[in-house]
């Protein structure tokens, strides 16, 4: 099972909204996955151990796996997109 972290600041209910988009996705390619939020005012810690971190806003610089900007889920414009792009990585 891949662990993917959806990490923003106010933005809760986009937050909750791509995770059931990623989840659903995910279920139809029968990816088996586990998607954390976390509002990063409240906290900047991060636990070890995801397959892949999905940002709201810039934030992380030095983590050991791939970082990609979850900006479309908030502007709509190539969320489809981003979409096929997280579902394929966690594939790998």
């Given at each position: ?50 397959d892949l971190i ?11 796996c791939p970082v ?25």
């Open positions: 099972m891949k662990k993917v972290l959806i990490a923003g600041g106010l933005c809760g209910t986009t937050m909750l909204t791509a995770a059931d988009k990623i989840k659903e996705r995910c279920r139809t390619r029968n990816q088996e996955i586990h998607v954390k939020i976390q509002n990063l005012w409240e906290t900047s810690y991060v636990t070890p151990g995801y999905i940002e709201m806003f810039p934030f992380f610089e030095e983590e050991k990609i900007s979850g900006k479309p889920f908030i502007s709509h414009i190539g969320e489809k997109a981003l979409i096929e792009q997280i579902v394929n990585h966690l594939e790998e």
